[in-house]
C-alpha cells in the first residue's frame, strides 16, 4: 500500500502540469511560471517542452 500511496501525488502532480501546459497555449503561460515557481525540480522538463 505504502509505494502506491507514495505515486498518488506524483500522478497529481503530472495532471496540474499537464493542465498547466493546456491553459499555458491559451494565457500566455502565466500558469506556466506559477508552475516554475512551485515545482523548481521540474524546470528542466518545463525549459525543454517550451523550447
Known sequence: MRPFALKIP?????L???LTCFFDSY???PF???WELL???NLWFVVRTTR
Not at 10 to 14: D, E, Q, R, V
Open 10 to 14: 506524483s500522478i497529481a502532480m503530472n
Open 27 to 29: 494565457l500566455n503561460r
Open 32 to 34: 506556466l511560471m506559477t
Open 39 to 41: 515545482s523548481s525540480k
Open 16 to 18: 496540474i502540469f499537464s
